[in-house]
């Protein structure tokens, strides 16, 4: 069974935009995708709203995705495949740089992880092996200036957690190049959004273990 635990923030959470609540389970992106790998994939969706790569949200608690990664690696393992969606809460408090940099950190995190834990069972029994999703764009309004001011860093994070993914070894694919957020609120993914982005993940996994065969 190929193992494969999904980090994300709420667009893997499956957050609805249009109700403030949470998609049904048949309707994430997460669930749609290993429904498309079917049998002989094992797939945990560890999304939590409001999380970022490596910073603290001044107001909500547990929001430090550096913080929160071993937790779920210890969690989850053994694992296969981690995939990283993160960088979108992150322009809340900071720049497409400041988020590559958190992001930088997150990584090193990840791919030391049977190093640091190596007294235990490894959390990447075979290889470590990492995707790494930069995350759909924000839309920004003229009427709302942080908003303009997200939406514009947001269109850096590709290029910046491209040559990310290249220095470290690992795989990469862009979000913003399969879809775009939902129209209701200009970060959250639609129904339609969830179902492009779970197409290009399952195809972009399928591609990672046909080439380590």
Same mark, same amino acid.
């Given at each position: ?20 609540? $949470?998609?049904?389970?048949?309707? $994430? ?18 999304? +939590? ?15 430090? @995705? ?5 937790? =779920? ?11 990283? *969606? ?16 958190? *992001? ?6 990840? +791919?030391?992880?049977? =190093? ?11 290889? /470590? ?15 709302? !200036?942080?908003?303009? !001011? =997200? %939406? =514009?860093?947001? #269109? ?6 491209? #040559?990310?993914?290249?220095?470290? @070894? ?13 129209? /209701? ?12 982005? %779970? *197409? ?14």
């Amino acid at each position: 069974m190929t193992n494969i635990l999904f980090y994300g923030d709420s667009n893997t959470w499956g957050f609805d935009p249009s109700t403030g609540g $949470r998609y049904p389970l048949e309707n $994430r992106w997460t669930t749609i995708c290993a429904d498309i790998l079917g049998g002989g994939y094992h797939c945990v969706a560890a999304g +939590l709203n409001g999380r970022m790569t490596a910073f603290d949200d001044p107001v909500k608690g547990c929001r430090n @995705g550096l913080e929160g990664l071993d937790y =779920e690696l210890q969690t989850h393992k053994p694992l296969d495949l981690l995939v990283i *969606m993160l960088g979108t809460n992150d322009l809340k408090y900071t720049d497409a740089e400041g988020s590559a940099t958190g *992001m930088q950190a997150l990584l090193r995190k990840a +791919l030391s992880a049977n =190093e640091r834990f190596h007294l235990s069972y490894p959390v990447f029994p075979e290889e /470590t092996r990492i995707l790494l999703i930069s995350p759909v764009l924000i839309t920004g309004t003229v009427n709302d !200036n942080a908003a303009c !001011n =997200e %939406a =514009e860093e947001s #269109k850096q994070l590709g290029c910046l957690y491209g #040559k990310l993914a290249r220095e470290c @070894g690992i795989w990469f694919l862009d979000a913003a190049n399969v879809t775009g957020p939902s129209v /209701t609120d200009g970060v959250h993914l639609s129904p339609e959004g969830h179902g492009a982005i %779970a *197409m290009a993940v399952a195809e972009k996994i399928r591609e990672i273990f046909e080439e380590v065969r």
